[in-house]
């Protein structure tokens, strides 16, 4: 079946800095892979996603590319700010339609 | 709106008892789907509803069965819970009935088993 690996596990960054997180796939067949947000004690919120006919997407400071040769997809947040301090859980989305996650990337802003 | 809610937020079990995690949701999504949150293992999903009627299984469903009781609302019941069941417990909803599309979460369930 489908495996995510998901990496780093943590990452700290200065504000204004950038973040990159870095997932791999296994399932050639996956087609939809989002991205979510978790903050502190809070519920998984999706901050962008990305399908597999495009290979790049923006949404102000976050964006996520997609490299399907190599199996793998990555988020990038420029200009950090505190508030994007959270646990990121990246997912793909296999052909039996269920998400499978990444074990989670925690990001530390230091202001 | 309120989304999708879940009850109870907290709840301690003693091995061996029985529980009912309630889920509902107000935005007539077809889907709806039990996590389970675990240091270091991400989200990982228990059973889900493709929509009214049919239920599957997940990556971990062994110790839990599930309800989908209308589209509204779709139950998690541990018969005889362990403690390897201590976890945090989301609900979330679609609206299509496979998930390429945004999955909204509840605000979970925290589970202790003594």
């Known amino acids: 079946g489908e495996n995510v690996e998901q990496h780093p596990s943590t990452l700290s960054v200065q504000e204004g800095d950038s973040a990159v997180i870095k997932c791999t796939y296994s399932?050639?067949?996956?087609?939809?892979f989002p991205w979510y947000k978790q903050e502190l004690g809070k519920r998984p919120q999706l901050i962008i996603d990305?399908?597999?006919?495009?290979g790049e997407k923006k949404d102000q400071r976050i964006a996520v590319t997609l490299n399907k040769t190599a199996k793998h997809f990555s988020l990038h947040i420029t200009e950090t700010q505190p508030e994007d301090s959270a646990v990121y859980f990246c997912?793909?989305?296999?052909?039996?339609?269920?998400?499978?996650f990444g074990q989670g990337t925690t990001l530390q802003v230091k202001p | 709106n309120a989304g999708v809610t879940q009850t109870p937020k907290f709840q301690v079990l003693k091995t061996g008892q029985s529980m009912t995690l309630q889920c509902a949701q107000d935005?007539?999504?077809?889907?709806m789907y039990w996590y389970r949150q675990d240091p270091g293992m991400g989200l990982r999903l228990i059973y889900y509803s493709a929509s009214e009627g049919t239920t599957d299984k997940g990556e971990v469903p062994n110790g839990y069965n599930v309800s989908r009781l209308n589209k509204r609302e779709f139950s998690l019941r541990l018969e005889s819970a362990a403690p390897s069941q201590t976890s945090v417990y989301f609900c979330?909803?679609?609206?299509?009935?496979?998930?390429?599309?945004?999955?909204?979460f509840g605000p979970g369930t925290r589970l202790t088993v003594t």
């Open positions: 399932d050639s067949a996956s087609n939809y």
């Open positions: 935005m007539n999504h077809n889907s």
């Open positions: 990305i399908r597999s006919n495009v």
């Open positions: 997912a793909a989305r296999p052909n039996t339609g269920k998400l499978i």
């Open positions: 979330a909803s679609s609206p299509g009935r496979i998930a390429t599309y945004e999955q909204y």
